[in-house]
């Protein structure tokens, strides 16, 4: 934590179930980043010093960029240096308090929310100096400006609504000092590319061209002018005080919207896993959208920290993009302002004809004065329930310089209401502009990506500046004005290999003797599931871009026969074939980064589709533990931890010695789910016994997580937010055929086909009105019906799927190359759920096979 601020900043140690100075004073901030492309590698590391007489137990909470994948952990206390490792979260628990408990010194990481992450330190010894280190990595966002990098690092964390990890506010004693903050930022654009206008936006920080790390200070200057390369940039600031805002660098680089890609090949191969390429693919869409009614809603924040020079900016932007906003016949819009509730300030009828009449009357009701809380979930909630749903396109501006602890509620209410949307064929986006320094870029970022917008950011060094904020209102209306991209499907110049089977051989696997599940004890959560797919996608085929920068990420098992990536797209709404665009592969690099960061966005897609279901949930959860696990990376379900007595990496050397470089393997090389550790490191062999490894499902103390059926395909695409059509995790065969493009009128097997959810069932409404629509729905069969466990929904379900299947087969037979995967994934459904109620292998297959020919004989018979 690098700052206190007028919102009392509470980032930094905190004493548990103290109120009074817990006396950790804050030695020294140090923020090492290096940016690579558009790919940042960053390591945190404070230093407090215990000044307690007692052993005792701290918290430490950090903010980072909300796209960071937080990718590793570790703590120097003393001489002794301590890696942690990844374990799932009740687990990490476990360990945890049962080491405090028993006197040990132990270390604990968990993911708050998408920028805030905390720390446990337990039994910290007196009188000894504290040494975190937190490394993450990410893509740096688009900030819409074209050809524009924009990096925030954050040196503080803002006092927020809601409940917060650490209850209690102590903020830690400012270092004093020379270099008591430190930031260095070296950067490597695209070779053979200028890096220009690098300047910072927010301190007087140290700027020199030609070089992204301290080497030119040991160089003549003869040696100097013939190793400057004008794609590099370094920046050096230092103070000797905490810091009054986040730390915010700007440069342009020519060309970096253009398409890209960053191939990655897996370096240090983790045990058990394959050989993997991850992908990183960069894209914008400079397509313009078509003219058509439209309705625009305003929704301005009005809670007392706007108040001043931050409503007036507000103001300033909804004037301007009024203005200068497409006004198409029969457009309509709206203008709400909210604090925990929402009110219309221009009519309490609803929108209003987007004429120069009102709109003069709009600009004269205004806010002009802000006061009270801030509720961004209920007001998304007015603003959506009240809209005009008759027009078919409609955008949402949030203005806000909010902060939250949790905006699940919110991302919720967009999500549902944009799938709605979408269902009737409209077009339902939101776009988000963070006013102030202290804006939750987490919450921004996360509202615009589910309501499938644009966020624009307002630094509070500009906000007096009207050329700025009228820019940046320029870059909304761009946004707005461009049409969506779908992708259909991305070819990415690999060919993967074929899922092959769970068992370790092919053979007589029916046959085996099957040891009973007393005897074998609960399978471990994440380590239940069949091995991932050959092709694991984020986001899936289906997902539509706009105009700023895309990132889509792959890890592929499998060779790479191309040099391009062939991504096959339309544009909803518009007549006519499908269309391509090619990028060429970048260099390929040696690594773990981009495997790290698809793996967080393969996460994040999981996290954000949480229905609270148990049985869907509970393979989500499983399928981010396996992720976590597999490539270090902390998340929902799972957690950093290490111990002196056993469990982690321990050595006598510093953090600071081994930070990562730009000439590291892109940079780093985190350990893999082995636990095998670099060769400096002492790995602590003996586990605590008493830590043990047992772990319970979370669907009951009592029941075991059941094995995959023998017959099943292995588990395959999870639940994703409605309005993602299916195809995320699919292993799909570069011969395969694209899901068809829906026609206007909308043809049988796309209706279908768009009907699955990512568990592999259909939405029941559209196979009644589809599948259906000429005789009455048959009757779940006796063989499901009589199940023991899972309620009618389930069993319903399960029969939709096979009739599915049924239908499938029989009515679209010619066709199977377009419904091959959903056929795949409603059997996986099928039969995980069998599984789940208890049947066994054979017995799942007996249910499936009467049900099918069931549901055959139905479709032969009409």
Request: with cysteine.
């Given at each position: 934590?690098?700052?206190?601020?007028?919102?009392?900043?509470?980032?930094?140690?905190?004493?548990?179930?103290?109120?009074?100075?817990?006396?950790?004073?804050?030695?020294?901030?140090?923020?090492?980043?290096?940016?690579?492309?558009?790919?940042?590698?960053?390591?945190?590391?404070?230093?407090?010093?215990?000044?307690?007489?007692?052993?005792?137990?701290?918290?430490?909470?950090?903010?980072?960029?909300?796209?960071?994948?937080?990718?590793?952990?570790?703590?120097?206390?003393g001489?002794?240096?301590?890696?942690?490792?990844?374990?799932?979260?009740?687990?990490?628990?476990?360990?945890?308090?049962?080491?405090?408990?028993?006197?040990?010194?132990?270390?604990?990481?968990?993911?708050?929310?998408?920028?805030?992450?905390?720390?446990?330190?337990?039994?910290?010894?007196?009188?000894?100096?504290?040494?975190?280190?937190?490394?993450?990595?990410?893509?740096?966002?688009?900030?819409?400006?074209?050809?524009?990098?924009?990096?925030?690092?954050?040196?503080?964390?803002?006092?927020?609504?809601?409940?917060?990890?650490?209850?209690?506010?102590?903020?830690?004693?400012?270092?004093?000092?020379?270099?008591?903050v430190?930031?260095?930022?070296?950067?490597?654009?695209?070779?053979?590319?200028?890096?220009?206008?690098?300047?910072?936006?927010?301190?007087?920080?140290?700027?020199?061209?030609?070089?992204?790390?301290?080497?030119?200070?040991?160089?003549?200057?003869?040696?100097?002018?013939?190793?400057?390369?004008?794609?590099?940039?370094?920046?050096?600031?230092?103070?000797?005080?905490?810091l009054?805002?986040?730390?915010?660098?700007?440069?342009?680089?020519?060309?970096?919207?253009?398409?890209?890609?960053?191939?990655?090949?897996?370096?240090?191969?983790?045990?058990?896993?394959?050989?993997?390429?991850?992908?990183?693919?960069?894209?914008?869409?400079?397509?313009?959208?078509?003219?058509?009614?439209?309705?625009?809603?305003?929704?301005?924040?009005?809670?007392?920290?706007?108040?001043g020079?931050?409503?007036?900016?507000?103001?300033?932007?909804?004037?301007?993009?009024?203005?200068?906003?497409?006004?198409?016949?029969?457009?309509?819009?709206?203008?709400?302002?909210?604090?925990?509730?929402?009110?219309?300030?221009?009519?309490?009828?609803?929108?209003?004809?987007?004429?120069?009449?009102?709109?003069?009357?709009?600009?004269?009701?205004?806010?002009?004065?802000?006061?009270?809380?801030?509720?961004?979930?209920?007001?998304?909630?007015?603003?959506?329930?009240?809209?005009?749903?008759?027009?078919?396109?409609?955008?949402?501006?949030?203005?806000?310089?909010?902060?939250?602890?949790?905006?699940?509620?919110?991302?919720?209410?967009?999500?549902?209401?944009?799938?709605?949307?979408?269902?009737?064929?409209?077009?339902?986006?939101?776009?988000?502009?963070?006013?102030?320094?202290?804006?939750?870029?987490?919450?921004?970022?996360?509202?615009?990506?589910?309501?499938?917008?644009?966020t624009?950011?307002?630094?509070?060094s500009?906000?007096?500046?009207?050329?700025?904020?009228?820019?940046?209102?320029?870059?909304?209306?761009?946004?707005?004005?461009?049409?969506?991209?779908?992708v259909?499907?991305?070819?990415?110049?690999?060919?993967?290999?074929?899922?092959?089977?769970?068992?370790?051989?092919g053979?007589?696997?029916?046959?085996?003797?099957?040891?009973?599940?007393?005897?074998?004890?609960?399978?471990?959560k994440?380590?239940?599931?069949?091995?991932?797919?050959?092709?694991?996608?984020?986001?899936?085929?289906?997902?539509?871009?706009w105009?700023?920068?895309?990132?889509?990420?792959?890890?592929?098992?499998?060779?790479?026969?191309?040099?391009?990536?062939?991504?096959?797209?339309?544009?909803?709404?518009?007549?006519?074939?499908?269309?391509?665009?090619?990028?060429?592969?970048?260099?390929?690099?040696?690594?773990?980064?981009?495997?790290?960061?698809?793996?967080?966005?393969?996460?994040?897609?999981?996290?954000?589709?949480?229905?609270?279901?148990?049985?869907?949930?509970?393979?989500?959860?499983?399928?981010?533990?396996r992720?976590?696990?597999?490539?270090?990376?902390?998340?929902?379900?799972?957690?950093?931890?290490?111990?002196?007595?056993?469990?982690?990496?321990?050595?006598?050397?510093?953090?600071?010695?081994?930070?990562?470089?730009?000439?590291?393997?892109?940079?780093g090389?985190?350990?893999?789910?082995?636990?095998?550790?670099?060769?400096?490191?002492?790995?602590?062999?003996?586990?605590?016994?008493?830590?043990?490894?047992?772990?319970?499902?979370?669907?009951?103390?009592?029941?075991?997580?059941?094995?995959?059926?023998?017959?099943?395909?292995?588990?395959?695409?999870?639940?994703?937010?409605?309005?993602?059509?299916?195809?995320?995790?699919?292993?799909?065969p570069?011969?395969?055929?694209p899901?068809?493009?829906?026609?206007?009128?909308?043809?049988?097997?796309?209706?279908?086909?768009?009907?699955q959810?990512?568990?592999?069932?259909?939405?029941?409404?559209?196979?009644?009105?589809?599948?259906?629509?000429?005789?009455?729905?048959?009757?779940?069969?006796?063989?499901?019906?009589?199940?023991?466990?899972?309620?009618?929904?389930?069993?319903?379900?399960?029969?939709?799927a096979?009739?599915?299947?049924?239908?499938?087969?029989?009515?679209?037979?010619?066709?199977?190359?377009?419904?091959?995967?959903?056929g795949?994934?409603?059997?996986?459904?099928?039969?995980?759920?069998?599984?789940i109620?208890?049947?066994?292998?054979?017995?799942?297959?007996?249910?499936?096979?009467?049900?099918?020919?069931?549901?055959?004989?139905?479709?032969?018979?009409?």
């Open positions: 934590m690098a700052y206190v601020g007028p919102a009392h900043r509470r980032q930094g140690l905190f004493g548990l179930f103290q109120r009074s100075s817990i006396g950790y004073p804050l030695l020294s901030s140090n923020y090492k980043y290096t940016v690579q492309d558009v790919c940042v590698d960053a390591v945190l590391t404070e230093t407090y010093k215990s000044q307690h007489n007692v052993a005792s137990e701290v918290l430490y909470i950090f903010e980072v960029p909300p796209e960071a994948s937080v990718i590793g952990f570790s703590a120097d206390v001489d002794t240096h301590v890696e942690a490792i990844v374990e799932e979260k009740k687990a990490a628990n476990k360990i945890y308090k049962e080491a405090t408990s028993a006197g040990v010194e132990a270390w604990k990481l968990d993911k708050v929310n998408e920028e805030v992450f905390q720390i446990s330190l337990g039994n910290i010894l007196p009188s000894s100096i504290v040494k975190v280190n937190v490394h993450y990595a990410y893509v740096i966002s688009s900030d819409i400006t074209e050809d524009s990098v924009r990096l925030t690092i954050p040196c503080g964390l803002a006092a927020r609504p809601g409940e917060a990890p650490a209850k209690e506010t102590t903020i830690p004693t400012a270092p004093t000092g020379s270099n008591a430190t930031i260095t930022v070296g950067i490597h654009g695209p070779d053979k590319t200028r890096i220009g206008r690098l300047y910072c936006l927010s301190h007087h920080a140290t700027i020199t061209s030609g070089f992204c790390d301290s080497s030119f200070k040991n160089m003549t200057p003869v040696e100097e002018m013939e190793a400057v390369n004008d794609s590099k940039g370094y920046v050096e600031f230092t103070s000797d005080h905490f009054s805002s986040h730390f915010v660098l700007v440069w342009t680089v020519p060309r970096i919207d253009l398409g890209r890609c960053l191939v990655e090949k897996l370096e240090s191969p983790i045990q058990g896993q394959p050989q993997t390429h991850a992908f990183a693919l960069t894209l914008v869409s400079n397509i313009d959208l078509e003219p058509d009614e439209h309705e625009y809603i305003f929704l301005v924040d009005k809670s007392g920290s706007m108040g020079s931050r409503i007036q900016t507000a103001n300033d932007v909804v004037k301007h993009m009024l203005d200068n906003l497409p006004t198409y016949h029969r457009s309509m819009f709206n203008i709400y302002s909210f604090s925990t509730t929402a009110k219309s300030l221009i009519s309490d009828q609803g929108s209003l004809p987007y004429d120069p009449d009102n709109v003069s009357l709009a600009k004269r009701k205004l806010c002009k004065h802000a006061s009270g809380g801030t509720d961004i979930a209920t007001a998304l909630k007015t603003v959506l329930n009240q809209r005009d749903t008759s027009h078919p396109r409609c955008s949402i501006i949030v203005i806000t310089d909010g902060l939250d602890w949790s905006v699940k509620a919110a991302m919720r209410t967009v999500r549902e209401a944009t799938a709605d949307a979408a269902a009737q064929s409209k077009l339902l986006r939101v776009f988000v502009m963070g006013l102030g320094d202290h804006v939750s870029r987490g919450m921004c970022e996360a509202l615009a990506r589910v309501g499938s917008g644009a624009a950011y307002v630094n509070e500009q906000i007096q500046d009207h050329d700025h904020r009228r820019e940046k209102a320029e870059t909304l209306i761009n946004a707005i004005n461009c049409s969506p991209i779908r259909r499907s991305i070819d990415w110049g690999v060919t993967p290999k074929m899922a092959g089977k769970a068992a370790a051989s053979q007589n696997h029916s046959s085996r003797p099957r040891p009973k599940k007393s005897q074998l004890g609960p399978a471990a994440g380590q239940n599931l069949a091995p991932p797919k050959p092709i694991q996608q984020v986001p899936q085929n289906g997902t539509m871009f105009a700023v920068r895309s990132t889509w990420y792959a890890i592929i098992d499998g060779t790479i026969t191309g040099s391009q990536v062939r991504v096959t797209y339309d544009i909803p709404g518009e007549l006519g074939s499908t269309r391509q665009i090619v990028v060429d592969h970048g260099e390929q690099r040696k690594g773990r980064l981009i495997h790290s960061l698809a793996a967080r966005a393969l996460i994040g897609t999981l996290e954000d589709s949480m229905t609270n279901k148990k049985t869907s949930d509970y393979w989500k959860e499983a399928e981010i533990i992720l976590g696990k597999t490539y270090n990376l902390a998340s929902t379900q799972t957690s950093f931890v290490a111990t002196m007595n056993g469990v982690g990496f321990r050595s006598g050397k510093s953090y600071g010695d081994t930070l990562p470089s730009s000439d590291s393997n892109l940079w090389d985190p350990h893999d789910n082995g636990h095998t550790p670099p060769p400096e490191y002492e790995f602590i062999k003996a586990r605590n016994s008493s830590l043990g490894s047992s772990r319970h499902s979370v669907m009951s103390d009592e029941t075991l997580v059941p094995d995959l059926p023998s017959g099943a395909p292995p588990l395959g695409d999870l639940d994703m937010p409605e309005n993602i059509p299916v195809s995320s995790f699919a292993a799909i570069n011969n395969l055929d899901a068809p493009a829906p026609s206007d009128k909308g043809d049988e097997l796309s209706q279908v086909l768009s009907a959810n990512g568990e592999g069932a259909f939405d029941a409404d559209t196979i009644k009105r589809v599948v259906f629509r000429k005789s009455n729905v048959p009757p779940v069969p006796t063989s499901i019906s009589t199940l023991e466990g899972g309620d009618t929904n389930i069993k319903e379900q399960i029969w939709f096979i009739c599915v299947m049924a239908y499938l087969q029989k009515r679209h037979s010619q066709d199977n190359r377009k419904w091959l995967m959903a795949y994934n409603a059997h996986v459904f099928v039969m995980v759920v069998l599984g109620l208890s049947l066994d292998s054979d017995r799942s297959e007996e249910v499936f096979n009467s049900s099918m020919e069931n549901a055959q004989s139905y479709f032969e018979s009409i």
